[in-house]
């Protein structure tokens, strides 16, 4: 079964000290010194003073961690920043050659058994625990294209071939890539290069209140424990942006994490956990008449980050990683707090193994309403960064029902088109491949070649293309080959 499959490929990885930081350096050189009160019970909203030990560990605004070491090209083998090459030193394949060659035109719908919320949990989950900043300075990298010099933040654009099935057609040799942000942007320059979570790296709910205090402030209303929130047609909404949707120029949300308007699956999860929230703090009110606001506000915080911990652990994951896996590893009968592990995120878990769901991401939505009858399909990508359509009439009931009453994606060896062409469009482009996103993304940020985390996995190294049978099947093994 997959269960068990999934079971036997981390039988291996019991150990919790078997995954060690690497990259120490930060915490040593560069952490900033914080005040504590432990007898405050509540987080912090930045996720600083969770352990006595090492206040600093999960906090924004510090570094991923890597399990392995980072990988890169430059300064005698020991790579600090440039993006690896291959074994003969030769550039690695485009991003986008991979794509098309692994991925375009195969298997391209395999329905699964569970529906389109398992999908949007993820990104929800993982917006709570990764935001990777990119250097956005407004720059359209291609215009370096064959240029001597480019600046960092280019110097990663990917290259398109010029018979490519889609992008040829509109004579686009060049995807537009921008490198992300290190510990240098934030006065900490570090080597190998090392790179930034401005999110809490804790499952708190810091995407619906944020992650730090300036953020918070702006959210809630300070009355009755209460998030701030509007009435459209009777129905509550988060608070609107200052910033408008460059497409549209219609109006976007204002919530806890900036990626909250990406699509309409996670805009409605924001409001749903506004709604949730606003609805823990009336009822805690009315049966503690007392209480300040203050105290509201944060047993009602509490209470929404243990629901999103609660429905991760016990029905994600399960899911995810296999029932008896997630209970016997994951869940197992070990409750008290150790001081010595670093609760961060992993590089390699936020650019590299949790953008499988990318696979599954849905290429349109269904809005059913109350009888059951879908009155209405979107494509996804039609609504990037623009969340309006969920306050007309009954859409967002319709699109609830719609993600949870409509089959998922399977994971299979092809991403829906829409996703792997058109990501990101507008009405002025054609939009950008979200796979070759993260293949470059990967590369970006340093993530060790396959074989390395295939001994971290305790996996023996692959000598030969032939030795990778044991996890790949053949005719994938082929195309990797032959790239």
Request: charged share 20%; net charge negative.
């Amino acid at each position: 079964s997959d269960d068990q499959f999934v079971q036997s490929q981390h039988a291996v990885i019991k150990n919790k000290d078997h995954f060690a930081m690497k990259n120490r350096e930060y915490f040593d050189q560069c952490a900033p010194i914080v005040s504590c009160n432990y007898s405050d019970i509540y987080r912090t909203s930045n996720g600083t003073c969770n352990n006595p030990n090492n206040p600093i560990w999960g906090s924004s605004n510090t570094p991923f961690i890597r399990l392995v070491d980072a990988h890169y090209s430059d300064v005698f083998f020991k790579g600090i920043s440039k993006l690896r090459t291959s074994s003969d030193g030769k550039p690695l394949p485009s991003a986008r050659e991979i794509q098309v060659k692994l991925f375009l035109n195969k298997q391209i719908r395999i329905p699964d058994k569970n529906n389109q919320l398992l999908m949007q949990w993820g990104q929800f989950v993982a917006h709570d625990v990764s935001n990777l900043a990119i250097d956005t300075n407004g720059e359209d990298c291609c215009v370096y294209k064959n240029k001597p010099w480019v600046s960092r933040a280019c110097e990663a654009t990917i290259k398109i071939p010029i018979d490519d099935p889609i992008y040829s057609k509109y004579n686009t040799t060049c995807m537009k890539f921008t490198r992300a942000m290190t510990s240098y942007n934030y006065s900490c320059p570090l080597q190998p290069l090392t790179f930034i979570d401005d999110a809490s790296h804790f499952i708190d709910g810091s995407q619906i209140y944020g992650s730090n205090d300036d953020v918070v402030s702006k959210l809630r209303s300070f009355t009755g424990g209460a998030l701030i929130s509007v009435l459209d047609n009777n129905q509550e909404f988060c608070p609107r942006s200052s910033f408008k949707s460059s497409d549209t120029n219609k109006y976007l949300y204002s919530s806890g994490d900036s990626r909250a308007n990406l699509n309409l699956g996670i805009a409605l999860f924001h409001n749903m956990f506004l709604r949730f929230h606003n609805y823990v703090a009336f009822k805690l009110k009315s049966e503690n008449s007392l209480w300040s606001d203050e105290k509201l506000y944060q047993e009602s915080r509490r209470f929404v980050g243990a629901i999103i911990q609660h429905i991760t652990y016990t029905q994600f994951l399960p899911i995810i990683l296999g029932k008896n896996y997630t209970t016997d590893e994951v869940l197992d009968d070990n409750n008290e707090y150790d001081p010595t592990v670093n609760p961060s995120t992993s590089q390699e878990f936020s650019t590299g193994a949790f953008r499988v769901l990318h696979n599954i991401v849905p290429a349109q939505h269904r809005f059913i309403d109350s009888n059951s009858t879908t009155v209405q399909i979107v494509n996804v990508t039609d609504w990037i960064n623009c969340p309006y359509l969920l306050q007309q009439g009954s859409n967002y009931d319709q699109l609830l029902r719609g993600l949870l009453c409509t089959e998922g994606r399977l994971s299979q060896p092809s991403y829906n088109p829409l996703i792997s062409n058109l990501m990101f469009h507008s009405n002025n482009s054609i939009g950008v491949d979200l796979l070759s996103y993260d293949i470059q993304r990967g590369r970006d940020t340093g993530l060790p070649p396959y074989n390395k985390m295939r001994q971290l996995c305790g996996l023996p190294v692959a000598k030969s293309f032939e030795d990778l049978s044991d996890i790949i099947p053949t005719d994938d093994i082929y195309d990797l080959e032959t790239l």
